[in-house]
């Protein structure tokens, strides 16, 4: 997939120089969008250098990009994330060690927003309160997470979302590339299907958005003249901070590569288990999983062996069985075997695959380090667990009444009473 990408940034109506910067290397496939700060030079100087140390950083392991493809699977996936976190942490050093070395630039820093492209699959890297959001079949969604004071309120549940809109210091962030020598980096992998669209902008843009305004702009006109619209539209509603925005295309093509990923993904968000899970974090927890295939009549679960995987039923159908009795049929997008993700105790029914079968594995060590990595999402996660471990005890309750009523009918004898003779 050969993406297309336009880049522009603005000073603003408000700002009398940018501290914003961008990059677009096509010849890298990486995309940032950093927003300095420090005020007067420092500002454009620590968004500059940011950028500039990280592209240096990736081009100097470009085999190590390319070796995603073909390799074992999570393995490279693995090492691109933690080569973007160490081009970070050098980008971070090298800003604070400039501040410190120069009084007029001390407390300098930068956002950054980063992402790159490599085969099928994006990478990203995130610090601060710009944004990457995917446009994906008719709908938006935000894949980074702002680092500010006023988002940490509204995650521990100290601000509801309208307050948080209303409050003061909106703009105070918690985490910033070269204010301290090293910085909490937020990663992840995407895989990328053909017509996704990428957007990378600076809260000077972000923060004028309202629901519906990407789509119809992007509705407008020319790909290639999408950042100016945006552009636009933020200088249109205030343009009180420098604007910078990014647009990426990934070509519409090798359609029938991607059915099965649209297949997992769409599975994922409609099954019961993972329904409070945004999509980052649907995305977050799929990279966590693995494909296993079965053919019909093969046993997915045995009965009475411990396990400690979750099974997601992606395609065709599964028999659950006691002994050789069938108890239940599971149709596609159901769930089983959660609970060997909380304890050892061996498997209560044997599941069988109904012609050919596809599930998705998660393992109990990716469940935990997915929950301790993401403690919100794994709040949601124990929630949905508890609302279903509920509706079975409260259905098994149920069925046990109904076999007491059965069984104390049964019970009772029919009194004869005979004639006296």
Excluded at 68 to 92: F, I, M, Y
Excluded at 230 to 247: M, P, Q, S, V
């Amino acid at each position: 997939m050969k993406p297309r990408a336009y880049g522009k940034t603005d000073v603003g109506r408000k700002r009398d120089h940018n501290e914003d910067a961008f990059l677009l290397d096509e010849a890298l496939q990486l995309y940032i969008v950093a927003d300095g700060m420090g005020g007067h030079a420092a500002g454009e100087v620590a968004s500059a250098t940011t950028i500039d140390v990280i592209r240096r950083e990736l081009a100097a392991n470009r085999p190590l990009l390319a070796a995603t493809q073909g390799d074992a699977p999570g393995t490279a996936r693995n090492r691109v994330l933690q080569l973007l976190e160490d081009s970070v942490q050098k980008a971070c050093a090298t800003v604070y060690k400039m501040g410190q070395a120069e009084a007029q630039k001390r407390g300098m820093g930068s956002t950054l927003s980063m992402m790159v492209i490599e085969g099928n699959g994006a990478f990203i890297g995130h610090v601060g309160d710009s944004r990457i959001y995917l446009l994906r079949e008719n709908e938006v969604h935000q894949l980074t997470v702002d680092h500010t004071l006023i988002n940490e309120q509204v995650k521990r549940g100290v601000l509801s979302q309208d307050e948080a809109r209303k409050a003061r210091y909106k703009n105070v962030i918690t985490r910033a590339v070269g204010i301290q020598e090293q910085v909490r980096v937020d990663t992840m992998h995407l895989d990328v299907l053909p017509s996704d669209r990428f957007i990378l902008c600076s809260d000077g843009l972000h923060g004028y958005l309202r629901p519906g305004d990407l789509e119809k702009l992007l509705a407008e006109g020319p790909p290639a003249e999408f950042p100016d619209r945006l552009i636009a539209l933020a200088n249109e509603r205030g343009g009180k901070d420098n604007i910078t925005a990014l647009y990426i295309d990934i070509p519409d093509d090798e359609k029938g590569a991607a059915e099965e990923l649209r297949l997992r993904m769409d599975t994922m968000r409609n099954a019961p288990l993972f329904k409070y899970l945004s999509y980052r974090e649907l995305v977050n927890l799929m990279n966590l999983t693995y494909t296993r295939s079965y053919a019909d009549g093969d046993t997915i679960i045995e009965e009475g062996v411990p396990g400690d995987e979750l099974f997601l039923l992606v395609m065709g159908e599964a028999l659950v069985l006691k002994g050789q009795q069938e108890i239940a049929r599971l149709p596609q997008g159901s769930h089983f075997g959660e609970m060997a993700l909380f304890d050892n105790a061996p498997r209560s029914a044997a599941i069988r695959a109904v012609g050919v079968c596809k599930v998705l594995v998660i393992g109990r060590k990716q469940f935990y380090n997915y929950i301790r990595k993401d403690t919100a999402a794994g709040i949601k996660l124990l929630w949905s667990f508890l609302q279903i471990l509920t509706m079975r005890l409260r259905t098994t309750d149920e069925r046990l009444k109904e076999v007491q009523e059965e069984l104390s009918i049964q019970e009772v004898e029919p009194e004869w009473i005979l004639p006296d003779d």
